[in-house]
């Protein structure tokens, strides 16, 4: 009998109802087999590229921001959102963005480099973070970017290469504020509650070494409330204010920084993602009517600068993986191993990813965790996730990988797979090589220096 025909054998299975069980609000566990990405075959893309493979959308990037630049420009009549490149700086992710208009927003003189090599005008980045270096500031200066102050180190410092380099440096302020929720983020630049942040400023214009352009924060990561924005942005705006009639100075723009929840779904979330995340739509309504309600006139409204990330790229990718094998835990739990592990999928310690089958399957699931390939006892994608039986060789679909994995990954145990796109043609092009053993023993050296 030709084996290929034969009827596969699924054991029968007492299955007790305990976890991820429908309800009325409750998680859905219904599952479609996911055969393609926009149309191209997942069977042909491991064909082409192995397991695992990254896959991204171009159309759902610029359908992402596309959406998300409506929802604030209908509703405030100067908006930039500026590419965070943390999140995912492959060239060829972070040019869809340019192309549609995003500035870049790095914060480092690695990140730094790289938007400028992706062709972005020394005035359209946005240098963040709390670790730039003399050289990083020389450069941002030269250029014309605009530079977020962190600390009193870095505005000294800045201060120094003003009067070196005859340019007064183009700077904001980082503002770190209460908004009325858990995630305090004070590590990074001045605090506003306090009155750090209003010192800063006022040493920032009496100096006069510094262009002052505008003040910026980014009040947390995977904000689940609208109205987090709608307090930091009431806080910034009546800053800018005071600065305007106190200090004399006009603030140009406000950055309210990253932040908006993408449609994953958090770990011990009830429901899932996509159902709690806020709409672009509703962080834009929160922001622009805590800007207009501050006493700015007409004419000095600023700029409103947005540095999104993971909102934007999440949903735009997947990963495909392929079962390596089945056992039986002591409890009698199904372990299923694949081919990713936590080396490369580093927001499965934050998220339950949502996984599908890539091939068409049978109607009896079980509950099953999901282990990558790392001999790690901490390499879990899922702890506990429904599937159906997937054999050996089988592929899966693990969902909304876009943000923070392709740029936190790292090269441990396994090699690092390809990073493809599928254009809005259905053409797919390769954003970044496999890892083979020479990428990394090329590192590699033996030479000896005499210090
Ligand atoms: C300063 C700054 N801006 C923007 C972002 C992007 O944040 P998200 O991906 O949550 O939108 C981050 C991320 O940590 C950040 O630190």
Same mark, same amino acid.
């Given at each position: 009998? &030709?084996?290929?025909?034969?009827?596969?054998?699924?054991?029968? $299975?007492?299955?007790?109802?305990?976890?991820?069980?429908?309800?009325?609000?409750?998680?859905?566990? +219904?599952? /479609?087999?996911?055969? &393609?990405?926009?149309? /191209?075959?997942?069977?042909?893309?491991?064909?082409?590229?192995?397991?695992?493979?990254?896959?991204?959308?171009?159309?759902?990037?610029?359908?992402?921001?596309?959406?998300?630049?409506?929802?604030?420009?209908?509703?405030?009549?100067?908006?930039?959102?500026?590419?965070?490149?943390?999140?995912?700086?492959?060239?060829?992710?972070?040019?869809?963005?340019?192309?549609?208009?995003?500035? @870049?927003?790095?914060?480092?003189?690695?990140? +730094?480099?790289?938007?400028?090599?992706?062709?972005?005008?020394?005035?359209?980045?946005?240098?963040?973070?709390?670790?730039?270096?003399?050289?990083?500031?020389?450069?941002?200066?030269?250029?014309?970017?605009?530079?977020?102050?962190?600390?009193?180190?870095?505005?000294?410092?800045?201060?120094?290469?003003?009067?070196?380099?005859? %340019?007064?440096?183009?700077?904001?302020?980082?503002?770190? $504020?209460?908004?009325?929720?858990?995630?305090? !983020?004070?590590?990074?630049?001045?605090?506003?509650?306090?009155?750090?942040? !209003?010192? *800063?400023?006022?040493?920032?214009?009496?100096?006069?070494?510094?262009?002052?352009?505008?003040?910026?924060?980014?009040?947390? =990561?995977?904000?689940?409330?609208?109205?987090?924005?709608?307090?930091? @942005?009431?806080?910034?705006?009546?800053?800018?204010?005071?600065?305007?009639?106190?200090?004399?100075?006009?603030?140009?723009?406000?950055?309210?920084?990253?932040?908006?929840?993408?449609?994953?779904?958090?770990?011990?979330?009830?429901?899932?993602?996509?159902?709690?995340?806020?709409?672009?739509?509703?962080?834009?309504? @929160?922001?622009?009517?805590? #800007?207009?309600?501050?006493?700015?006139? =007409?004419?000095?409204?600023?700029?409103?600068?947005?540095?999104?990330?993971?909102?934007?790229?999440?949903?735009?990718?997947?990963? %495909?993986?392929? /079962?390596?094998?089945?056992?039986?835990?002591?409890?009698?739990?199904?372990?299923?191993? #694949?081919? @990713?592990?936590?080396?490369?999928?580093?927001?499965?310690? !934050?998220?339950?990813?949502?996984?599908?089958?890539?091939?068409?399957?049978?109607?009896?699931?079980? &509950?099953?965790?999901?282990?990558?390939?790392?001999?790690?006892?901490?390499? *879990?994608?899922?702890?506990?996730?429904? $599937?159906?039986?997937?054999?050996?060789?089988?592929? $899966?679909? %693990?969902?909304?990988?876009?943000? +923070?994995?392709?740029?936190?990954?790292?090269?441990?145990?396994?090699?690092?797979?390809?990073?493809?796109?599928?254009?809005?043609?259905?053409?797919?092009?390769?954003?970044?090589?496999?890892?083979?053993?020479?990428?990394?023993?090329?590192?590699?050296?033996? =030479?000896?220096?005499?210090?």
């Amino acid at each position: 009998m &030709d084996s290929s025909k034969k009827i596969r054998y699924e054991r029968p $299975l007492i299955k007790p109802i305990n976890a991820m069980m429908p309800g009325k609000t409750g998680k859905d566990t +219904y599952l /479609v087999p996911v055969l &393609d990405v926009d149309g /191209v075959p997942v069977s042909a893309l491991v064909e082409k590229y192995g397991s695992p493979l990254f896959v991204f959308s171009e159309r759902k990037q610029r359908e992402n921001i596309q959406r998300a630049k409506r929802s604030f420009t209908t509703r405030y009549p100067k908006v930039h959102f500026a590419w965070s490149y943390k999140t995912n700086y492959l060239d060829g992710i972070c040019k869809i963005f340019h192309e549609e208009g995003s500035w @870049a927003e790095v914060v480092s003189g690695f990140e +730094y480099d790289k938007a400028i090599r992706n062709g972005v005008s020394g005035n359209h980045i946005i240098f963040n973070g709390p670790a730039k270096t003399k050289d990083d500031l020389k450069k941002a200066i030269t250029n014309g970017s605009f530079i977020h102050i962190d600390n009193m180190d870095e505005l000294y410092l800045l201060s120094d290469l003003s009067d070196e380099l005859s %340019i007064k440096p183009k700077v904001a302020v980082r503002v770190n $504020l209460d908004t009325e929720i858990n995630q305090i !983020w004070d590590r990074f630049g001045f605090n506003y509650e306090n009155g750090q942040a !209003w010192d *800063v400023l006022c040493k920032i214009v009496r100096m006069d070494k510094f262009e002052l352009k505008g003040l910026h924060c980014h009040i947390g =990561t995977f904000i689940l409330t609208a109205h987090a924005y709608a307090v930091a @942005a009431e806080k910034m705006a009546n800053l800018a204010c005071n600065v305007k009639q106190k200090l004399g100075v006009n603030i140009e723009y406000l950055d309210m920084g990253g932040g908006f929840a993408s449609k994953n779904t958090l770990k011990a979330s009830y429901l899932g993602g996509a159902d709690v995340c806020p709409s672009f739509d509703e962080y834009a309504e @929160a922001i622009s009517t805590a #800007i207009y309600k501050a006493p700015f006139k =007409t004419s000095d409204l600023p700029v409103l600068i947005l540095e999104t990330g993971r909102a934007l790229i999440d949903d735009a990718a997947c990963l %495909i993986s392929t /079962v390596l094998s089945n056992k039986r835990s002591s409890s009698g739990r199904r372990f299923t191993i #694949i081919d @990713a592990g936590v080396n490369m999928l580093f927001t499965s310690f !934050w998220y339950d990813h949502k996984v599908s089958p890539a091939q068409p399957f049978s109607k009896y699931y079980e &509950d099953v965790t999901l282990y990558g390939p790392l001999c790690m006892n901490i390499d *879990v994608i899922r702890e506990f996730v429904s $599937l159906p039986l997937l054999n050996r060789g089988d592929h $899966l679909v %693990i969902h909304n990988v876009g943000a +923070y994995n392709v740029s936190q990954w790292m090269q441990f145990i396994t090699l690092r797979p390809y990073v493809v796109q599928v254009s809005r043609e259905g053409k797919v092009s390769v954003l970044r090589k496999r890892e083979t053993i020479e990428t990394i023993v090329n590192q590699e050296s033996s =030479t000896t220096d005499n210090l």
